[in-house]
């Protein structure tokens, strides 16, 4: 039961351009959603994150966006640069529920941003 | 550096044998988390923890055991190592509905 999906395992667009990935969730308890990014022989890296008592969030060139009615988020980055290229995993946590505590990651989308 | 220091980072060993791997932290984070990364997966939560002997399993959690007797220390047991569980581990440290923080992986390979 995947309760996290990223539906698009790549995306490429050109520099300079907005780069969107996007993640889907089935677990109405999930009250936290997070972005990493990844690079190869890495541990992820923290991006940005929502809390579901919002709908966006901006930090610098990145901004989320939380639809909860949908059960849907997105992350926008703008404008996109070469060094963006990486795996891109979107996560979501719940304070309440039988997934209390768990942080459940999607399968990732592998970004490439050309020169 | 958030403080989270995985070993080993590399571990070849044969099928049948058990192993051990460690995940420690020095930040006093209350919650710790084991996944595996594979090709297609994304990163799959195997077992966690939120706090001393309070353990809870994942959604891969069959093959696997885990212990944590102090605040630092995560270890993940494979009792006895099949080739399905050929993969890149890592471990991750935070708090409720704050990001987590992930160490660097430990590469193993179950031959």
């Known amino acids: 039961d995947q309760q996290v999906k990223q539906n698009s395992p790549s995306l490429s667009v050109q520099e300079g351009r907005i780069s969107i990935l996007n993640c889907d969730y089935t677990n109405s308890m999930f009250d936290y959603f997070l972005w990493y990014k990844k690079y190869p022989a890495e541990g992820p890296t923290f991006l940005i994150s929502?809390?579901?008592?919002?709908d966006k969030n901006e930090d610098g060139r990145f901004t989320v966006f939380l639809n909860k009615s949908a059960k849907h988020l997105s992350l926008h980055i703008v404008p996109s640069q070469p060094g963006d290229s990486a795996v891109y995993f979107c996560?979501?946590?719940?304070?309440?529920?039988?997934?209390?505590?768990?942080?459940?990651f999607g399968q990732g989308t592998i970004l490439t941003v050309h020169p | 550096d958030a403080g989270i220091t995985q070993s080993p980072r590399h571990k070849v060993t044969e099928t049948g044998t058990p192993v051990t791997l460690r995940c420690h932290q020095t930040e006093n984070h209350r919650y710790m988390y084991w996944y595996r990364q594979d090709p297609g997966h994304g990163l799959r939560l195997i077992h966690y923890s939120y706090g001393v002997k309070d353990t809870d399993k994942g959604e891969v959690s069959d093959g696997y055991s885990v212990s944590r007797s102090k605040t630092e220390d995560f270890l993940l047991t494979l009792e006895s190592a099949t080739s399905s569980q050929t993969s890149v581990y890592f471990c991750a440290i935070g708090e409720l509905n704050t990001e987590a923080f992930f160490g660097q992986g430990t590469r193993l390979t179950v031959v």
């Open positions: 996560a979501a946590s719940a304070s309440g529920g039988t997934s209390y505590g768990k942080l459940t």
């Open positions: 929502i809390s579901s008592i919002k």
